[in-house]
C-alpha cells in the first residue's frame, strides 16, 4: 500500500534554492494537502515526487523504495494537472480509457474500465465530447477520472480546481474527497486555498519560501497553530505587540501594549520573562464586545460595520493604535468606547519575532 | 523653443493620425490594397493557365501532336515530381526528431546548431548546386578539394541530394514553430498514465501537431518543385543533360529568345509548349499542396494500436540517443556540409587564370541590380502586405478566410512558372509601357509577398485584439492604435518577413530567367558562368558575397530581436 516517505529534499535551479530540508511522512490511505501561498515549492515538491523534475539532494521512497532514476512513467501514482491537460483531439471516453490503451489492456478491459470510471464521475452522457466542448468543472472530473484509470493507488492533485467557479469549486472538493476516501487512495492535494485543504484534507502541510512551517490537522492548525505564519495562513488573525511586564504564574502573564493599556493573559508553551516582547494572536470570532466597562479588556471604538450572514463583521480602531476585526452575533450601534475581552482559552501569545512582524507574516 | 516645436508636431501627427482613419481613407486604401493583390501579384502568377485554355487549339495542334516535346515534358515532370515528393518524406522523418530535440531539450550547442540549419537558407540555390555538385558528384571540369565524396554521375540522385539542403531548413524551422506552441505539460500527463516518452509522443503530441507537418511538406514540396538556378548549375557541373520541369521552361524560353533551334521541336511550338508546361507544373503543385493539406488533416493515427515493451525500449537507455544521432548525422552530412562546400573550394581552388579572365564589370553590375531588385520588391511588399494582413486577421468574415487561402498561392507555383507568367501577362497588355526590369521586379514582387503576408499575420495573432479595444476605448485614433500598439508588437514579424523576401529574392533564378533572360541578376550570373563560360572560381566569389549579404541581414535581425526581448 502507498506510502511516500520524503527525506531532506533539497531542490536548487542554478542558484536559487526552491526546497530544502524537506521531511516528511505520508501515510497509506491517507489525505494530505500541501498549502501554501504561491512561489512557495508547492509545485516544485510535487515535481520532485513525480519525477518531473530531479532533486538536488535527499531522498524520496514510494512505498519504501527509492525512487531515484525511475522515470515518470514507472512512478507509481496517478495526477491531476492545475491547467487540466486533458488530450484536446480526444473524447471524454478516449481520454479517460488512455491510461489502459497505452498499457495495451484488452479492449474489454478497457471498456470495462471506462465506462466505470465515467459512472464514478458521472459523465456518462457526455462521453463522446472533446474537452473543448465541457464545462470546467465537466472537464476537470475527466481529468480526475483519467488519473484514477491507471488504477494507481497514490493520487497526487496539483490545484486541481482553484481555476473553477467558487461554487463548482465546493461541490467538486467534496466529490473528490469521497472518491479518494472509497476508493482507499493515498493522496497528495497541493493548493493555495486554505479553506480548501482544510475542506479536504486529514492532515495539511504548510510550505512557506521552500520550507515547512508546520504540519498538523485542520483543526489543530486553526485552533492552536505553533507559528505567527499558520495563524495568519490559515483562518484570519488580529496581532497585537506588546511587552510582558508581569509572569503571574508558568501559565499567565500580563501584557501591556502602548498607550497604557494591558491584559491579562494564559500562555501555552514557551515561557515568558518580565521586559519581553510579544505578539497577541487571536481569531475575529473569539472576542467579546460589549458596551458596558468590563474588566480585563481593550478599550476602541467601532469604525466600520458589515453584514456577513449569520454575523456580524466590526472594524475596530483600539486605543492602542492596532486596528482589529471582530466577528459577532450582537448588533451594536458604533458609537462610543466599547469594551473587548478575549477568550483566554483562544488567544494565543507569542514571542515576538527577531525581524519584525511584518516580515513573518508576509506571504513571500 | 522645443517645446513648442514639439507641441506642433504632436499637433500635425494627430491630425495626420484624424485624417489617415478616416472611414474613406481606410476604405480607399483597403480596396487599393486588395486591388494591387488581385490584379498585380495573384492574377499574374497564373495568367498562363487561362492563356493556354484560350488558346488551346494552338497548343493542341503544335504540343500533343510532337511526341518529341511530349517526351521531353513527361521526363522533366518526373523527375520534378519524384523527386519533390520523396525529399519531402525523408525531410519529415528526420526533421521531426531534430525538430523535437531542438524544442524540448537543452543542449550545449543548441544555439550554434540553431543557427546553422538556417544557414542553407542564406546559400542562394544557383550557388548552392554548385556546391552540392561539388562534394556529392563526380565533376569531369572541376577540381574538387580532396574531401569530396566524388561518387555520382546520374541525376536522379544527385537532384535528391541538392533537394535535401534546400528544403531541409524549412522543414525544421516550419516543425520547431507549431512544437513551441504545444503544451509540454500534455505529455507529461500521459507519461503519468503510464506511457513511454514515445507513445506520448506519438499518440498525443503528433496528432496536434498536424498543421506544423502540413506546412512543413507544403513548404518543402513547393520548393523542390521550384527550384531552377540550383538545378541548372547542378547538372551544370556533373555534365548532366537531364531537365526538370522548371529547368525545362528556362531552356525553352532562352532558345526562343535566342532564336537557337532545340532539336526536334519546331521553332513555332516553343512559346506554346513552355505555356502548356508552365501550367501544368502550377496545376501539379496546387494538387500536391492539395493533397499534402488533406493528409495532413485527416490522416488517422498510423498505428492504433500501442506495443508497450516495444515502445519502452525505443524510450529508454541507448534508443533515443542513437535517434538522435542519425537525425543529427543527416542534418550534418546531407545539408549542412554539402551546402557549405563551396567555402572549401574557393580557399583550395583559388586560380590566378580564372582572376584575370573574370568579367569583373558584369560582376558587379549583377550583384548591383539583385540587390535593387530584391529592395525594391521587399519595400513594396511591406507597404502592401501589411495592410492586406491587418485585414485577413481582424475580420474574421469568410472573404479574409478566401483571402488567406489565396495568399499562398504565388507561393506554391513553381517560380520560373511564376516568371513565365508575369511575363505572359505584362507583355500580352497593352495599357502599360513596360521594359525588362519593370517584368523582373513584378515578378520579384508577386513571389515574396507571402512571405510578409504570413509572417505579419504570425505576428498579429500573437497580439490579443483586446489591447487595441483598450487603446481604442481611450480615445485614440485607429491609425494611433496601429502606431502605439499594433506596430510595436509585430514590428518584428515584419522584419523577419521583410528578410525573408529579400534573402529569396537575392537568391531567385527561376522567375528571373523566365521572365526575362536577358536580366543579368547574380543568381543568373552564377548560373551563365557555370554553365556556359565554365568560370567556377568566380561562381563561388559570387555566392559567397550573396551569402555574405543574406546572413548579415538574418543575423543583424536575430541580434536585435534577442536585444529587444532581453528588455
Redesign the interface.
Known amino acids: 500500500m502507498p506510502t511516500v516517505t520524503l527525506r531532506n529534499i533539497g531542490k536548487k535551479f542554478g542558484r536559487v534554492v526552491a526546497l530544502t530540508g524537506i521531511d516528511l511522512e505520508i501515510k497509506d490511505a491517507e489525505y494530505l494537502a500541501i498549502l501554501g501561498p504561491s512561489g512557495c515549492g508547492k509545485t516544485t515538491l510535487i515535481n520532485c515526487i513525480?519525477g518531473?523534475v530531479d532533486i538536488s539532494e535527499g531522498k524520496i521512497e514510494i512505498d519504501g523504495k527509492s525512487v531515484e532514476g525511475i522515470?515518470?512513467?514507472k512512478r507509481d501514482?496517478?495526477?491531476v494537472?492545475q491547467?487540466i491537460?486533458l488530450?484536446?483531439?480526444m473524447t471524454v471516453s478516449e481520454n479517460i480509457s488512455?491510461?489502459p490503451?497505452?498499457?495495451?489492456i484488452p479492449h474489454v478491459e478497457l471498456k470495462k474500465i471506462e465506462s466505470e470510471m465515467l459512472k464514478l464521475v458521472d459523465l456518462l452522457e457526455q462521453k463522446d465530447l472533446y474537452p473543448r466542448e465541457l464545462s470546467g468543472g465537466a472537464q476537470q472530473k475527466t481529468a480526475v477520472a483519467?488519473?484514477l484509470?491507471?488504477r494507481e493507488k497514490l493520487l497526487i492533485l496539483d490545484e486541481p480546481i482553484s481555476a473553477l467557479d467558487y461554487k463548482v469549486r465546493v461541490t467538486l472538493r467534496y466529490a473528490i474527497r469521497k472518491l479518494v476516501k472509497d476508493l482507499g487512495l493515498t493522496a497528495i492535494h497541493i493548493t493555495h486555498d486554505q479553506e480548501e485543504a482544510m475542506s479536504v484534507a486529514d492532515r495539511i502541510v504548510i510550505l512557506r519560501a521552500g520550507e515547512i512551517v508546520e504540519i498538523g490537522t485542520p483543526q489543530q492548525l486553526y485552533s492552536s497553530p505553533q507559528t505567527l505564519f499558520t495563524m495568519n495562513f490559515v483562518g484570519e488573525s488580529n496581532f497585537l505587540e506588546g511587552v510582558v511586564t508581569e509572569v503571574v504564574s508558568d501559565h499567565e502573564v500580563h501584557v501591556s501594549f502602548r498607550n497604557n493599556q494591558s491584559l491579562g493573559l494564559k500562555n501555552g508553551d514557551p515561557h515568558f520573562e518580565e521586559g519581553e516582547s510579544i505578539v497577541v494572536a487571536f481569531r475575529p470570532e473569539n472576542a467579546f464586545i460589549s458596551k458596558k466597562s468590563i474588566g480585563n479588556s481593550l478599550i476602541g471604538e467601532i469604525t466600520g460595520k458589515q453584514f456577513i450572514g449569520g454575523y456580524i463583521r466590526y472594524t475596530i480602531s483600539l486605543r492602542t493604535e492596532d486596528e482589529i476585526i471582530l466577528d459577532s452575533r450582537l448588533d451594536i450601534e458604533p458609537h462610543g468606547n466599547i469594551f473587548i475581552q478575549l477568550n483566554p482559552q483562544e488567544a494565543r501569545v507569542f514571542r515576538a519575532p527577531t525581524y519584525g512582524l511584518k516580515k513573518v507574516l508576509t506571504l513571500e | 523653443m522645443l517645446q513648442k516645436d514639439r507641441g506642433q508636431l504632436d499637433r500635425l501627427s494627430i491630425r495626420l493620425a484624424n485624417l489617415t482613419s478616416k472611414r474613406e481613407f481606410n476604405t480607399t486604401w483597403y480596396i487599393f490594397v486588395f486591388l494591387f493583390f488581385f490584379v498585380l501579384v495573384l492574377f499574374p502568377t497564373i495568367y498562363v493557365l487561362g492563356k493556354v485554355i484560350l488558346e488551346f487549339p494552338a497548343i493542341n495542334d503544335s504540343v500533343l501532336s510532337n511526341t518529341e516535346i511530349q517526351s521531353q515534358i513527361i521526363s522533366a515532370l518526373f523527375y520534378s515530381i519524384s523527386v519533390s515528393i520523396f525529399v519531402t518524406i525523408v525531410d519529415l522523418i528526420f526533421g521531426l526528431p531534430i525538430a523535437w530535440t531542438l524544442v524540448r531539450k537543452e543542449f550545449r550547442f543548441k544555439s550554434l546548431l540553431n543557427s546553422f540549419i538556417e544557414l542553407p537558407l542564406a546559400v542562394p540555390t544557383a550557388g548552392l548546386g554548385f556546391s552540392v555538385a561539388l562534394f556529392w558528384g563526380v565533376t569531369p571540369n572541376v577540381e574538387t578539394p580532396i574531401f569530396a565524396v566524388q561518387l555520382i554521375k546520374n541525376a536522379l540522385p544527385i537532384l535528391i541530394l541538392f533537394h535535401f539542403t534546400t528544403t531541409f531548413p524549412y522543414v525544421v524551422r516550419s516543425l520547431t514553430a507549431i512544437l513551441e506552441e504545444i503544451?509540454v505539460?500534455?505529455e507529461?500527463?500521459?507519461?503519468?498514465?503510464?506511457?513511454?516518452?514515445f507513445?506520448?509522443a506519438r499518440?498525443?503530441t503528433l496528432?496536434?501537431f498536424r498543421s506544423g507537418v502540413a506546412t512543413a511538406m507544403v513548404l518543402s514540396l513547393a520548393k523542390s518543385l521550384s527550384d531552377t538556378g540550383g538545378v541548372v548549375t547542378l547538372l551544370a557541373t556533373i555534365q548532366s543533360a537531364t531537365q526538370t520541369g522548371t529547368t525545362l521552361i528556362g531552356t525553352w524560353k532562352h532558345a526562343f529568345e535566342d532564336k537557337t533551334p532545340v532539336p526536334g521541336i519546331p521553332y513555332d511550338s516553343l512559346v506554346p509548349s513552355t505555356a502548356f508546361l508552365a501550367a501544368i507544373m502550377i496545376i501539379i503543385a496546387l494538387t500536391l499542396v492539395f493533397i499534402a493539406k488533406m493528409i495532413a488533416r485527416n490522416a488517422r493515427l498510423p498505428f492504433r494500436?500501442?506495443?508497450?515493451s516495444f515502445e519502452w525500449t525505443v524510450s529508454?537507455g541507448k534508443a533515443p540517443q542513437a535517434r538522435q544521432i542519425v537525425a543529427f548525422g543527416f542534418l550534418i552530412i546531407f545539408v549542412i556540409v554539402p551546402s557549405l562546400f563551396l567555402v572549401a573550394y574557393l580557399i583550395q581552388g583559388a586560380s590566378l587564370a580564372a582572376f584575370s579572365s573574370a568579367n569583373w564589370v558584369l560582376f558587379g553590375q549583377s550583384i548591383f541590380m539583385t540587390v535593387l531588385v530584391a529592395s525594391i520588391a521587399t519595400i513594396v511588399n511591406v507597404v502592401l502586405g501589411v495592410p492586406m494582413a491587418i485585414l485577413i486577421a481582424r475580420k474574421s468574415d469568410r472573404f479574409s478566410r478566401i483571402l488567406d487561402a489565396m495568399v499562398d498561392i504565388p507561393y506554391v507555383v513553381p517560380s520560373s512558372a511564376l516568371g513565365l507568367s508575369v511575363g505572359f501577362f505584362w507583355t500580352d497588355q497593352s495599357i502599360l509601357p513596360v521594359n525588362e526590369l519593370f517584368f523582373v521586379i513584378m515578378a520579384h514582387i508577386s513571389m515574396t509577398f507571402p512571405f510578409i503576408v504570413r509572417n505579419t499575420l504570425g505576428g498579429l495573432s500573437e497580439l490579443d485584439s483586446a489591447y487595441e479595444d483598450v487603446a481604442r476605448t481611450l480615445g485614440a485614433r485607429p491609425m494611433q492604435t496601429f502606431k502605439e500598439i499594433t506596430l510595436p508588437v509585430i514590428k518584428f514579424s515584419i522584419i523577419a518577413g521583410a528578410i525573408m523576401s529579400f534573402t529569396r529574392s537575392v537568391g531567385e533564378t527561376g522567375a528571373t530567367l523566365a521572365v526575362s533572360p536577358s536580366s543579368i541578376t547574380a543568381p543568373v550570373f552564377i548560373v551563365n558562368l557555370i554553365k556556359n563560360d565554365q568560370n567556377y572560381f568566380l561562381a563561388a566569389l559570387t555566392t559567397l558575397i550573396l551569402i555574405f549579404i543574406s546572413s548579415l541581414l538574418i543575423f543583424t535581425l536575430r541580434a536585435s530581436i534577442s536585444r529587444a526581448k532581453r528588455r
Open positions: 513525480t518531473i522515470p515518470i512513467e501514482f496517478a495526477m494537472f491547467n491537460a488530450f484536446p483531439h488512455y491510461a490503451y497505452v498499457n495495451d483519467r488519473a484509470a491507471t | 503544451d505539460t500534455l507529461v500527463a500521459a507519461r503519468t498514465c503510464g506511457a513511454s516518452k507513445t506520448a499518440t498525443v496528432p496536434m494500436k500501442v506495443f508497450p529508454e
